[in-house]
T-cell receptor
């Protein structure tokens, strides 16, 4: 099983450019999440989708948008990238919110 | 109330020693306490988890100790090995969904096990 698949793995953007991070899970999970990981800051929730058709803000949503395309796919969009968005981004999924989360391999994004 | 405080930030242990990482929380509605292990360049992966109906859970060399009254839980790695060198995150989530129902992560502990 592939689990949670994220694309791309690496990306360099110029300030002001836009991009979409893709995430897909094949575990029939209801809930999906986008986190960012920065040194010393742990994992901070950007947006989540508790179930298909719903999305909501997490702890650090500014500068991001999300789309729950279907039950499998949850994308994260940066409309106008800023250097402060340089980070490692992780997508995760779980059967329910209060259950084990499975993470993708991450996307390392650098904004210059 | 939604915070999970993890310590230490970094830990160096000799091979064969015991690694101990601690976490504290405030929200009494938290009822799921997982520990995640992350190797460089990889996503976090669930290591072991506990619910508050038990005070301890052991899986191989890894043990979670849970103290409900103190609102603390800890990860013990017995007979630590160089292959255990990784970053460990504790987390907690409440028994309800919605905007406050997601996993809250500690800031992580970087463990180095010296041969």
């Amino acid at each position: 099983n592939a689990g949670v698949t994220q694309t791309p793995k690496f990306q360099v953007l110029k300030t002001g450019q836009s991009m979409t991070l893709q995430c897909a899970q094949d575990m029939n999970h209801n809930s999906m999440y986008w986190y960012r990981q920065d040194p010393g800051m742990g994992l901070r929730l950007i947006y989540y989708s508790a179930s298909e058709g719903t999305t909501d803000k997490g702890e650090v949503p500014n500068g991001y948008n999300v789309s729950r395309l279907n039950k499998r796919e949850f994308s994260l969009r940066l409309e106008s990238a800023a250097p402060s968005q340089t980070s490692v981004y992780f997508c995760a999924s779980s059967i329910l919110q209060n259950a084990e989360a499975f993470f993708g391999q991450g996307t390392r994004l650098t904004v210059v | 109330q939604q915070q999970v405080k993890q310590s230490p930030q970094s830990l160096i242990v000799q091979k064969g020693g015991i690694s101990i990482i601690n976490c504290a929380y405030e929200n009494t509605a938290f009822d799921y306490f997982p520990w995640y292990q992350q190797f460089p360049g990889k996503g976090p992966a669930l290591l072991i988890a506990i619910r508050p109906d038990v005070s301890e859970k052991k899986e191989g060399r890894f043990t979670i100790s849970f103290n409900k009254s103190a609102k603390q839980f800890s990860l013990h790695i017995m007979d630590s090995q160089p292959g255990d060198s990784a970053t460990y995150f504790c987390a907690a989530s409440p028994n309800y969904g919605g905007s406050q129902g997601n996993l809250i992560f500690g800031k992580g502990t970087k463990l180095s096990v010296k041969p």
